[in-house]
């Protein structure tokens, strides 16, 4: 600390101590104003990528095909599925859960079209549909079909006929997606071009516009959740009964996150006061360092709520985490008082508190930025709720800073010095253990090292990102439950959409019949519809069996809306939709599959046989509006020449591998079926999330290459030694590839949480060494002895160190009181690395300061 600042900070803290903590206690108090508004995020949008073109897509398409969000409700009956009283119970259900507000409509064994029991004609469909509702239906011919068509099967009743579907369809929400496309368009060209000023005022109102929209929808989708709910549990006498769907995820992440903040902080404030009295035995020593965490926790929430900045899953971690590491920055400065005292009782009470903030503050300063650099780096991930907790963590952990050193000392220096208490204890033992170890055994201690860091670094490169989403809950929570029940039963749980584009240099023809030659019919039709061949003659004759009516209506006109020129409903597209739904379904991955294929099936089975182009445009025209916005409409733009097909895959499948599967169904469709590389998209959720897994591995790259270089530039500049930046290093990196290197060893992916263990480790950990090698500096200019300075250090600022990795290890694990898995293996993992840093920190350190002698040798 210069002189100036110093005499700035002695003034302040000496001559207006109780100025400064009304300062801070009216600051803490106007932040805690702005808590009322305080919001939680748990949107979509947390899955996906920052600057995903993928997720553009996915909503272009959503919008296009109006496909938007949908909830499922398992419904499994006491009594038998088709008796009376199952279907009467279930019709009461539906009938409530279509009276919710926002759901759309309601896809069902008794709301959807039944086209085999029996087999009609579309004529006869077209004049009425039949449903399991309808009068004379054969119950039993119906079971069949939603157990075999190609339309149901695998998607509205189980395969052992106990267990059926509720598909809730929510309408597309075209506003959200048009004001979260013209801010995203906006971002990107700031971030490509720049912004006019017309252009950034025009940015700011969009993204506070569409934040307060975004803030209204997931409050509705909340309270639709809430309300299914309560229906759902009015029938759970008479059946058993899950709630599915991504607007039902959110809802409870948002309960977790929640339910997180309040265990997590609850739990932590308990600890840090048994540790307090634990430790120090002094009520000033409990109180004062509790006010610090709690104070810097409403502050930075308070500044949090002001600027509407949400929390996340992710960053529901911030309150414990903030109020273990704030508590670790002023349990350094309470044992360097303590010390203080004890060694000079006869300081005033100035002396003591501007001597332990002078001594203090460099190493706590350099502490707190390796910690930060560690935060800071996380803004590379690329994804936004870890982008977010990167920036909290950043802003807490330097007000926390700030408030350590302004709120302690001037307690103190309002408060009576006392008699000092620091009389030894048993953690300086313990301490003194180590670094007897480290120069008894060093070499031992160095070996073991290097063989942890060769069974480590095999381990990494073990190491996945592919994991199961499901396996984010525990067994018993209803969104494990209803996701393994679909998943298993009912077509799979994940979304996936294939969109097959027409070639660009393929011609729009006028008919079916134009576009294939009859020698390149790959239906097998030698004689398709044409203007110059016998098939016109007897196209009506053709017809009236298997389709029952004139396609054309009386007059002999092509009815409105009839389509003869689509790239993909004709004989040609239609196979090549098949070819890839046919391969999709025998991946054992796969579930449920949907095209237009589909509906080719349908139109097979009711002709008796293959149809020719004429056939299918007049099956497309005679369609009821109905079963064309079922079958057509879901699958077939003809305006963008394209087509989607759609699936859903299992979670729960063991061969599943996102990554792997999408680049199998790309190389099939380009190698297999013959399409161009440009034909095939893919989108849903499926693909952004596997984009954001296999973000990860880049993001660990270059989340840890920012930390070790940001952390070797404060080493350099605080001790001017390249040896002891390297050294203090290396302890920590061991730490964190012991913990990758486990994961990789048993099998635990990565994910957005412990994506950030590495770099916390390797930020928090070297917070040690910082302490560590600044005390030995010290000692070792008094001694001017290498070994009695590793043991002065031990009992010194090794206490400290003990007592800090002691509440950082409790703290993270802490953190299994989570009902988020990844939120408990985030707290196990960063427990066993901090419990390996610090083990480091006490043996290896030393060991490499004493073979290395960085500081001079004095022999």
Not at 67 to 91: C, I, K, N, R
Not at 468 to 492: A, C, P, V, W
Not at 607 to 625: H, I, K, P, Q, Y
Not at 725 to 742: C, D, E, K, M, R
């Given at each position: 600390?210069s002189?100036h ?15 400064v903590?009304?300062g ?37 398409v959503?919008?296009?095909y ?41 896809n ?25 509702l ?6 039993e011919?119906?079971r ?10 695998d ?10 579907a ?7 929400n ?11 368009a ?16 025009r ?13 209204k ?12 709910r ?15 769907g ?6 409870d ?13 609850g739990?932590?404030?308990v ?18 360092p ?25 960053s ?9 590491m ?15 005292h ?13 001597a ?7 190493p ?6 390796t ?30 800073l700030?408030?350590a050193?302004?709120?302690?000392p ?22 003194l253990r ?12 160095v070996?073991?090292a ?18 199961r ?11 494990y ?48 519809f ?12 053709s ?8 396609p ?14 689509s790239?993909w ?27 237009l294929y ?20 007049v ?13 057509v409409?879901?699958?077939l ?6 087509t989607?097909?759609?699936?859903r ?16 169904i ?6 297999d ?8 998209q ?6 952004l999330?596997?984009?954001?897994l ?14 070790f ?48 263990i590495?770099?916390i ?10 302490h ?10 008094e ?20 007592y ?32 390996a ?5 006490l ?10 002698k ?6």
């Amino acid at each position: 600390m210069s002189e100036h600042l110093k005499s700035i900070y002695r003034r302040l803290i000496t001559n207006h101590a109780k100025w400064v903590l009304a300062g801070l206690v009216a600051l803490t108090a106007v932040a805690a104003l702005g808590l009322p508004n305080f919001k939680l995020d748990a949107s979509a949008d947390s899955l996906t990528l920052e600057s995903d073109n993928s997720l553009d897509f996915f909503r272009q398409v959503n919008q296009r095909y109006q496909s938007g969000d949908f909830l499922v409700v398992t419904y499994t009956p006491e009594a038998p599925m088709f008796s009376d009283a199952s279907l009467e119970t279930l019709q009461k259900l539906q009938n409530e859960l279509a009276a919710v507000d926002g759901v759309s409509g309601i896809n069902s064994i008794l709301s959807v079209p039944l086209l085999y029991s029996p087999m009609r004609s579309l004529a006869e469909q077209q004049k009425s549909t039949r449903t399991l509702l309808t009068p004379g239906v054969n119950k039993e011919q119906a079971r069949d079909e939603f157990l075999n068509s190609p339309i149901y099967r695998d998607t509205l009743l189980s395969s052992d006929g106990q267990t059926t579907a509720l598909q809730l369809s929510l309408a597309v929400n075209n506003q959200y997606i048009e004001m979260v496309r013209a801010r995203d368009a906006l971002r990107m060209k700031r971030q490509q071009e720049g912004l006019s000023s017309e252009e950034t005022e025009r940015l700011a109102t969009i993204s506070a516009e569409f934040l307060a929209y975004r803030t209204k929808v997931q409050a509705q989708d909340h309270q639709r959740v809430e309300t299914i709910r309560q229906i759902l549990t009015r029938y759970q006498s008479q059946a058993q009964v899950f709630l599915g769907g991504v607007s039902m995820i959110t809802a409870d992440m948002i309960d977790f996150i929640r339910s997180d903040l309040v265990v997590f902080g609850g739990a932590i404030v308990v600890f840090i006061i048994l540790m307090l009295a634990l430790i120090f035995r002094q009520w000033r020593f409990v109180i004062l360092p509790l006010a610090v965490c709690i104070m810097s926790v409403v502050s930075v929430l308070g500044l949090l709520s002001w600027v509407d900045w949400r929390l996340t899953v992710i960053s529901s971690n911030f309150v414990a985490l903030l109020l273990i590491m704030t508590l670790a920055i002023t349990i350094h400065l309470v044992v360097r008082y303590r010390e203080l005292h004890a060694r000079h009782s006869e300081w005033s009470q100035e002396q003591l508190v501007m001597a332990t903030a002078s001594q203090m503050i460099k190493p706590c300063l350099y502490t707190a930025l390796t910690t930060i650099v560690a935060f800071v780096s996380l803004v590379v991930s690329d994804i936004r709720p870890v982008i977010d907790f990167g920036w909290m963590m950043t802003i807490g952990l330097s007000y926390a800073l700030i408030l350590a050193f302004l709120l302690l000392p001037a307690s103190l220096m309002v408060l009576p010095k006392g008699e000092p208490k620091d009389k030894g204890d048993k953690s300086a033992a313990t301490t003194l253990r180590f670094s007897r170890i480290a120069e008894k055994h060093g070499t031992a201690v160095v070996i073991a090292a290097l063989v942890a860091a060769g069974v480590s670094g095999y381990g990494i490169t073990q190491l996945k990102v592919e994991n199961r989403f499901i396996d984010y809950f525990h067994k018993d929570t209803e969104i494990y439950q209803g996701m393994s029940l679909i998943d298993r039963q009912l077509g799979g749980t994940v979304s996936l959409d294939i969109v097959l584009n027409a070639p660009e240099n393929q011609p729009q023809a006028s008919s079916a019949a134009e576009a294939v030659p009859a020698e390149e019919d790959e239906f097998g039709f030698d004689e398709p519809f044409s203007a110059d061949n016998s098939a016109s003659n007897s196209a009506s004759d053709s017809f009236d069996d298997p389709f029952g009516g004139d396609p054309f209506g009386a007059e002999g006109s092509e009815p409105a809306g009839a389509q003869s020129d689509s790239p993909w409903f004709n004989p040609v597209g239609l196979q090549t939709i098949g070819e890839i739904h046919q391969y999709l379904e025998s991946l054992p991955e796969v579930g449920k599959v949907q095209s237009l294929y589909t509906l080719y099936q349908v139109t097979e089975d009711i002709n008796g046989g293959a149809l020719n182009n004429f056939e299918l445009t007049v099956v497309r025209n005679m369609l009821s509006d109905d079963i064309r916005d079922f079958l057509v409409a879901p699958y077939l733009s003809d305006s963008d020449g394209q087509t989607r097909i759609t699936l859903r895959v299992k979670e729960t499948s063991p061969d599943l591998k996102r990554s792997e599967l999408v680049e199998k169904i790309r190389n099939f469709a380009i190698d297999d079926v013959g399409l161009a590389s440009e034909q095939v998209q893919f989108t849903g959720m499926l693909v952004l999330y596997n984009n954001m897994l296999q973000s990860l591995f880049t993001s660990q790259i270059v989340t840890l290459g920012a930390v070790f270089l940001g952390i070797m530039l404060m080493f350099l500049v605080l001790f001017r030694s390249l040896t002891i930046a390297i050294i203090s290093l290396l302890p920590n990196l061991l730490a964190a590839s012991v913990v990758l290197g486990g994961m990789g060893l048993y099998g635990i992916p990565l994910d957005m949480m412990t994506i950030t263990i590495a770099a916390i480790t390797v930020g928090v950990g070297v917070d040690h060494a910082i302490h560590y090698l600044y005390r030995f500096r010290l000692e070792l200019a008094e001694t001017h002895n290498y070994v009695e300075a590793m043991h002065n250090s031990h009992a010194s600022i090794g206490r400290a160190m003990y007592y800090t990795a002691v509440i950082i290890i409790v703290g993270f694990l802490i953190l299994t009181l989570s009902e988020f898995i990844p939120s408990i293996y985030f707290g196990v993992l960063t427990a066993l690395a901090m419990f390996a840093a610090i083990l480091g920190s006490l043996t290896l350190l030393p060991k490499l300061v004493l073979m290395t002698k960085p500081f001079g040798r004095f022999d």
